[in-house]
């Protein structure tokens, strides 16, 4: 069960921290990706890039916990 919680963890802080890293190569936006306004500027928030980018991140992490 700890080891869940932990690639659970990972994932989820790999995707938040990854975020600004993915927006900056500003990808196609696919369905689950969320865009807004913030004043006249139009930022695209690339969920589904950043949850993919830190699943590999959980999996490189079991790889080399074995």
Not at 24 to 45: K, L, Q, R, W
């Amino acid at each position: 069960m700890a080891k869940l919680g932990i690639m659970l963890v990972i994932l989820v802080l790999g995707a938040a921290i990854l975020s600004p890293v993915i927006m900056a190569f500003e990808p196609e936006p696919i369905p689950g990706d969320f865009s807004f306004m913030y004043g006249h500027t139009h930022i695209a928030v690339p969920v589904l890039w950043s949850l993919c980018a830190s699943g590999v991140l959980a999996l490189f992490y079991a790889f080399m916990k074995r």
